[in-house]
């Protein structure tokens, strides 16, 4: 069973900087994808940024496009999303995710606070 685990959410000013780790319990090459995803108070989850585990490609969300980026280390098997320039309405429950045919796995999200 394969499990995400994430860290690194809190409560940040606006402006402010956060990175984010997903930390999977086996080789990120054996997902297609690793991704985020976040889902605000009262609104669907939405993909964030996401990673392909082959050749490293990755795409954002316009909303967050030049502020965060996607990166992963494969040899501690961790998938991190370092987040800059915050901003409130970047305030959300953040989901990892790990994509396979035809399974999809998520990690119990991590809150990000962002007071303005």
């Known amino acids: 069973q394969v499990q995400l685990v994430e860290s690194g959410g809190g409560l940040v000013q606006a402006g402010g900087s956060l990175r984010l780790s997903c930390a999977a319990s086996g080789s990120i090459f054996s997902f297609i994808t690793m991704g985020w995803y976040r889902q605000a108070p009262g609104k669907q989850r939405e993909l964030v940024a996401i990673?392909?585990?082959?050749?490293?490609?990755?795409n954002y969300a316009d909303s967050v496009k030049g502020r965060f980026t996607i990166s992963s280390d494969n040899a501690k098997n961790t998938v991190y999303l370092q987040m800059n320039s915050l901003k409130p309405e970047d305030t959300a429950v953040y989901y990892c995710n790990a994509h396979t045919v035809p399974n999809a796995y998520w990690g119990q999200g991590t809150q990000v606070t962002v007071s303005s």
């Open positions: 990673i392909k585990s082959s050749s490293g490609s990755t």
